[in-house]
Nanobody, 121 residues
């Protein structure tokens, strides 16, 4: 089995910073893209940032210039550095990865359990 474990959420004031981490573990053959999504109450889950296995990144317009996504391929880990946080960034943040399990030939989508980020005004 494959699992994604997130950490780093919490409560921060407007203008503050947080760093989220997500480590993939289990019987992993290879990982393509990894990313972060978020879902605020009453809203749909939306893409925050995504990074390919080669390091190509893309961001939601709302976080460009404030958030940075990075990954450590050796540790199967993806990070999200969040700066200049705003109350509208408050949401549950989910890690996502496109993973091929060992001894399998196809990739599947995996999700973490989510971590709460709350930005107070």
């Amino acid at each position: 089995q494959v699992q994604l474990a997130e950490s780093g959420g919490g409560l921060v004031q407007t203008g503050g910073s947080l760093t989220l981490s997500c480590a993939a573990s289990g019987s992993i053959g290879s990982i393509n893209a990894m990313g972060w999504y978020r879902q605020a109450p009453g809203s749909q889950r939306e893409l925050v940032a995504r990074i390919s296995s080669g390091g190509v990144t893309n961001y939601a317009d709302s976080v460009k210039g404030r958030f940075t996504i990075a990954r450590d391929n050796a540790k199967n880990t993806v990070f999200l550095q969040m700066n200049s946080l705003k109350p509208e960034d408050t949401a549950v943040y989910y890690c996502n990865a496109d993973i091929r399990r060992a001894f399998f030939s196809t990739f599947s989508d995996y999700w973490g359990q989510g971590t709460q980020v709350t930005v107070s005004s």
